[in-house]
């Protein structure tokens, strides 16, 4: 057995055996030294710091994060997780437009995460650690109003784009309505006079945001989706897209670009707990509220009408 432990190889030698599983780095450095043993001891005793296991699988570890980009450019097939920790690794012949569309249309149901077997003889003889089933788009809208009200104190409500008149016909509201918009109460748990002085100096007392909602986002539909939530926002204080899963190269990087120009921030979705999702990006607050938009919203969908009411009752009363 050759003693030169050759990670990429080795990397791309697991994950291709286990197409669509995902692991963790930490999880592929384990099998790579159990595995090949003697070629891992050989990095351990050339090295001039590693002094243990421990420390030979945070360097592995560590390597494998170093050539990431690297491999990935030389390896469509390899792809991974991005925006959320600690990032996942696997195999797909599928392009990234072909990912999208298997997650939007309901044919990908579940995500294996593997975990290779103590043994670890063969590629092969990775398991299945945990399968996740897939949800729709309408399963996660209840998800992120949960997490914005308990995390962020803003009171979400779905709008369904499906109760829009469509008056100007079937591209006349492209990209106008977002999934979800939210109701946040800056006067909440303030002194009743307070709240009475913030009233009559007529400051601020309310901020309203508006959320795109997506499965997948990778760089097949990046740009298109970002700015599908910049169109849709442009009425709400914060706008923000929102996705159970960021994946591929670069994604996050080009999301960010997007952000420095417009200001739409990003959020991680966990299907499985969504009081652990996570703001990756915070938006940018606009000051002043859009309200022709508002308006020109509330007359073409009965949700939005209805979120306007909400609004105004709050102006008039205080109450939520």
Known sequence: MSAKLDLKRRVVELLSANPEKRFKARDVAIWVT???PEAAAAKMQKSGFIENQAQLLNQIVAEIAS???QWQKQLPQLRTTDGVRPRLFYWTEKSEAEEVADVESGRDLFVEFGKPTEEAAEPTAAVIEKTVARRSEHDLYPMLIEFMESEHNVRGQRIDEKKSSNKY????NKWLFPDVVGMENLTDGLHPEVVTAIRESRDTRIRLWSFEVKLLINRSNARETYFQAVSNSSW????YLVAANFEGADTM???RILYAMHGIGLIRLDEENPAESQVLVPARERPDLEWAMCSRLA???KDFQQFMTKVRQFFQTGDM
Do not use: D, I
């Not at 016909?169 to 006349?172: I, K």
């Not at 709400?236 to 706008?239: K, P």
């Open 67 to 69: 050539n990431r980009p």
């Open 299 to 301: 007359v073409e969908n």
């Open 253 to 255: 990087k080009e999301l």
């Open 236 to 239: 709400a204080n914060f706008g």
């Open 34 to 36: 159990e595995k090949y």
């Open 169 to 172: 016909g079937s591209g006349g």
